[in-house]
């Protein structure tokens, strides 16, 4: 029983301190993946709103386009009744009539130059965004990849730490159990050499020995001068 409640004592005291090194780093790797999960949602909508960014400043160089056509349109439809009106009153398409004309033509190419500008600024801007939205989200995704690498080097680590201690556990109850047969086999050659130089080596002086001794062995008489 006093074997059995070492081995039992030792490797149970290995196995919890084990186990509880390992639940802390269990502990560590489930809010490692957590926070992964976190950064993944992070990345997903930052995704989306790059997305959307992206969708608008397209819409918005449509629109501007379209705008900017339009009004075009409705300048140059203006400078062809100015040339009617022009043609109506008998004057020729020269001197201030022309140069009112051409003058009016370049005001509309500039002006459809400067909102196109316009138009195209607020698109760069968007895009600006959705550029910004996709930085953030590669870098979530790229957190959740480290926060998964560390989760699962946490699992490992717990790993090892447990089977560290059943290790350490193992070694120390053989190393005991070595001490302990050691010291038992030394007392027991103590105890023999004792009784044996008592009885065999110090002239019979053990009474208990002294009479087998004699029990078992028979009085003879040793004449080493004939043969």
């Known amino acids: 029983m006093g074997l059995v409640g070492a081995i039992v004592g030792t490797l149970g005291t290995a196995f919890l301190a084990g186990r509880a090194q390992q639940q802390q780093y269990e502990a560590a790797a489930a809010q490692a993946r957590t926070n992964a999960q976190l950064q993944a949602q992070e990345a997903e909508v930052a995704q989306q709103n790059a997305l959307k960014a992206n969708k608008q400043a397209e819409e918005t160089a449509r629109v501007n386009a379209q705008n900017v056509e339009d009004e075009r349109r409705r300048q140059l439809l203006y400078i ?99 001490s302990s047969k050691s010291s038992a086999a030394m007392q027991a050659n103590d105890g023999i050499g004792t009784t044996v130089g008592g009885s065999l080596y110090q002239g019979g002086t053990n009474s208990v020995a002294g009479n087998i001794l004699g029990a078992t062995s028979p009085s003879r008489t040793w004449n080493f001068g004939k043969r």
């Open 80 to 178: 062809n009744k100015q040339n009617a009106n022009i043609g109506k009153s008998g004057l020729t398409r020269t001197g201030s009539a022309a140069a009112l004309v051409e003058q009016s033509r370049d005001e509309i190419d500039y002006e459809t130059a400067k909102n196109l500008s316009n138009g195209q600024q607020e698109v760069y801007k968007l895009f600006g965004v959705g550029t910004d939205y996709a930085n953030q989200s590669n870098k979530h995704k790229w957190n959740e990849s480290m926060l998964y690498k560390n989760a699962r080097d946490y699992e490992a680590a717990g790993n090892r730490a447990f089977w560290s201690n059943m290790l350490g556990g193992v070694f120390s109850l053989a190393g005991n159990l070595y």
